[in-house]
C-alpha cells in the first residue's frame, strides 16, 4: 500500500473517458489514496471533485498530477505550491517550464511523465 504516496488528480473529472479518470483509477487499483480537485462538479469513483475556485486545503500530499493545460495552470500556482507536494506529475500536454521553474525553487521535484505508465511499469 502507498499511503505515504497520496496524490491530488487537478483537472479531475467525473467523466469515465478521460485520462484524468483513468490516473484514479489507477491509484485506486494501486491503493494509492487520492483527492479529486477541479471545476467539474461530480465523484470520481465515491470521492468528491472538490472545487479548485475554493483552494480546499489538502494535508500531507506526496504527489500533485497534472490534468490541466499550461495556459490553466498560472493561476493556479500559489495555490498549488501551498499544498507542499513533494513532487509535481506534469502529463502529456500539461508541460511548463515556468511552472517547472518556480516548482524547482521551492524544492519540489519535477517529473515529465505519464501518471498510467509510471503506475503501470511500477515506477509511482
Not at 504516496?5 to 491509484?27: F, Q
Not at 465523484?43 to 498530477?65: A, C, D, M, S
Not at 511548463?96 to 525553487?105: D, R, T, V, W
Request: one cysteine or more; a negative charge; glycine letters at 8%.
Amino acid at each position: 500500500m502507498e499511503e505515504n504516496k497520496k496524490t491530488v488528480i487537478l483537472g479531475a473529472s467525473p467523466n469515465t473517458s478521460r485520462y484524468a479518470y483513468a490516473a484514479a483509477r489507477m491509484l485506486r487499483e494501486n491503493e494509492v489514496p487520492f483527492v479529486p480537485v477541479g471545476i467539474k462538479k461530480g465523484q470520481v469513483l465515491g470521492e468528491e471533485i472538490l472545487n479548485i475556485r475554493e483552494k480546499p486545503k489538502i494535508e500531507g500530499v506526496h504527489t500533485l498530477t497534472l490534468y490541466i493545460g499550461p495556459q490553466n495552470q498560472p493561476e493556479w500556482y500559489d495555490y498549488l505550491i501551498s499544498l507542499q507536494p513533494e513532487r509535481i506529475i506534469f502529463n502529456p500536454g500539461t508541460e511548463n517550464p515556468e511552472f517547472y521553474a518556480l516548482a524547482k525553487s521551492q524544492g519540489i521535484e519535477v517529473l515529465n511523465a505519464c501518471n498510467l505508465v509510471m503506475l503501470s511499469t511500477g515506477q509511482f
